[in-house]
């Protein structure tokens, strides 16, 4: 079974991007232009990873990890965003608070972000493209050593 992810971002030229880098690495991906529908997808077909932009219309990145983390404390969430800095709130810092496990800023290049959806899906035993975490194999009667 393939590894589900769900990208959230009202920038249709990010999601593009991501699911193309994501889905030659193997994964499924879904997409969401804002938080509000993103929960929705989310609520109703959870998936191993959600990677969200921070600053969008209706219901921002921030809220969207909040609710995220409040009802599903085992998601696991990466935050990007483009913005940043304003009046010194850095929302990467504030996301990484919510419970964003990791965070990037925009323009990230590919290796960097791949390296970090790889981290983060760390013990899925269905990852499916190179460098992905394998199965390890256990012999009946051995003791998986």
């Not at 999601?15 to 994964?27: D, I, N, P, T």
């Not at 850095?90 to 608070?97: I, P």
């Not at 013990?123 to 009946?140: F, M, T, W």
Request: hydrophobic share 35%; proline share 5%; net charge positive.
């Amino acid at each position: 079974m393939t590894v589900r992810i769900l990208i959230i971002d009202d920038d249709t030229q990010t999601r593009s991007l991501l699911r193309q880098m994501l889905e030659r690495a193997g994964y499924a991906v879904e997409e969401s232009g804002n938080g509000s529908e993103g929960l929705r997808r989310y609520r109703a077909a959870p998936t191993a990873l959600v990677i969200t932009d921070l600053l969008m219309p209706d219901r921002d990145g921030l809220e969207t990890i909040r609710e995220l983390r409040q009802a599903y404390p085992e998601v696991k969430i990466l935050a990007i965003s483009g913005g940043g800095q304003l009046k010194l709130l850095n929302f990467l810092t504030v996301a990484e608070k919510l419970g964003a496990q990791h965070t990037l800023r925009k323009p990230f290049r590919r290796p960097e972000s791949l390296d970090a959806v790889r981290t983060l899906l760390q013990g899925h035993d269905e990852g499916v493209s190179a460098g992905s975490p394998r199965q390890r194999c256990v012999r009946p009667g051995s003791r998986g050593r």
